[in-house]
């Protein structure tokens, strides 16, 4: 069975490439986007099984992309987990109320994220025997 | 007065000085309409209906005497100047107005025109700038805030980088290690969380200090909370061999706060006492009633550290305060926590306080507000004066699907919340306010004045509307269980009060134990250990 595939948009390359390495080592394929814009163009192309969405985007940020999640069809039913350096104060719950199944705030604990992602994305096969 | 359109509200009983105060306008040849009242009530009236530019104001009326007179007058328009017409026997309150908001006062008898013209004048100038200077502090606290919230966002991005690719090192996930480099590694690991906490605080003492910092109280155990705290900070203290102890009095009813916010503080006090306490010395926890003050719950932390100065312990709980005497043998924080922790004590309405003495140790202790179930039950759990035959706890239990699907979960249980209210009888049920959950699962609780047999009428109606909140069912499942209240004897010697009492008792001891015990932290609370 193919690994899971994670959708990362975030406009910091270095922070890009952290989390890459990171779910890579952990079964996970990754693909990324850098704005707004490219992130819906890359959901609606690769169908990624789970977003981790930035709320800071140049052209379209984090809300603009759960908004246009949410009315999609076909991409409504990905999960998608806000990381964002935002304050949890306010845009917790407004990222949650526009359909998020998670918020973190950056510098996020690893553990916890990875659980997160573990407990939203469909079980794999056994025989996978995916190491945490 | 230079503008067209001066409009006086002159508020005087006595025709003769209300006369002269008109002649000396007329003489100051100054372009101005006087309205004029001889009571208060009627003054404030045309105060509501138009702004005058300046108020003059006698204090002895016939509806309204001294100072209540100035008071009503500053109450009902805030931002209007007001010149005070005062006796030559009352000065003295005339003064004390000024304190209060007036901004000027004449003494009758002694008025000229162009003396009445300059104290108008001045009034109404003082009262401007006053305004302006009340709007540039406004606006400077508003940028103080907004500056800092956009710092501690910039500071955050850099921050996640250093913390993703060295925790990546130290995790081997980029080859490996030996175990001098992962020493180092962790070291880097700590000062980064140590920085992010610090950034943390500085967003928050600012919050704290606009007011703008919310609590959402529930009904708390606080003795979980503590237990959950002590957890938290195990490592810590372990790794300075410092130890921990709790001593807590398992009855102690639930508390009516906010969880995150009372852990907050819990956390901040015992890391404290960790950190100024040597090697092989202990930090004790507790948590007990107090006879003469029963609406509360104490709470302190002692440490055997080393104590605090009597002129520290002063400003201990002061924005920045750091102790220069104090020995720290890990790096200092911001001086932020302690001021965090009074704000958020009081915040629940509780007060903070530190008891010590240099060489012997330092017990900090808050009040937290019980949440008295007793007084909630009573309406719904007696009838006519007497104690209900039967009472039932039902319990609802919502827990989410393992896999979240889209949609809010705590708007969800909210929504059902506001179900559950709608679906018992006020004078006969109760639904007791939400209780703290450390996980997604939502437990509620309503007290019914039923019996077992026929509670299940009530189990029925609250199924069938909950089945009507949209979203529930796609995203978790609800269970309804009933038990049965152990009531106490209802023996001569109980007042109905007792016997109430007692009901809550058991209610909230059922209560407790119905709900799965605090292990799982959840995102917010397990921040904190990295702080």
Redesign the interface.
Known sequence: MANPKILIVDD?P??RQ??R??LR?NQYDTVHAVDGYSAIALAYKETPNLIILDLGLPAGDGFVVLDRL?KDDKL??I?VIVLT?????GNE?RT??A?A??F???????T?LLDVIR??L?KPAPAAGLPC | MNSDSTHILLIEDNPGDADLVRLRLVESKCPVDVSCVNRLSDGLASLTRKSPSVVLLDLNLPDSQGAETFRKVLEKAPGVPVVILSGQDDEALAVRALHQGVQDYLVKGTITSGGLDRAMRYAVERQALLRSLEMSRKQQLEFKNQFL?HV???L??P???I???T??LF?G??GEINPEQRDHLGTILKS?NQL?AMVRDL?EAS?AESGKIRIEPRCVSIVDLIRLAVTMVQATAREKQVGLEIGVDTRIPFVYGDPDRILEVLINLIDNGIKFTPSGGSVAVQACLVETDPEFVYLSVADTGSGISPEAKALIFERLYQDPNAVDNSRKGLGLGLFISRELVGLHGGRIWVATELGHGSTFSFTLPLFSLAKLLFPVATYQGQLRDAIVLVKVELTPR??????????ICQRCLETLQRCVYLDKDLVLPPMATSGPDQTFFVVASTDLDRVNIMTTRICEQLEKVSDLAANGKVELSAAAVTLPDSGQNYSLEQQVQEVANSVTEMARLAVRPQQNFT??Q??HV?G
């Open positions: 910091d270095d922070l952290a989390l390495l990171r080592a949410q409504s039913t999960p350096a935002r304050e949890p104060q719950q949650l109320q359909g199944v998670a973190f705030q950056k510098p996020a604990d690893n916890e407990a939203t469909p | 919230s501690s966002h910039e955050r991005t921050l996640t980088c913390h993703q690719f925790s990546l995790d996930l980029a980064v992010g967003l919050r393992s896999k979240p699907r889209r949609g809010n979960w705590k708007d995102r917010k397990k921040a990295h």
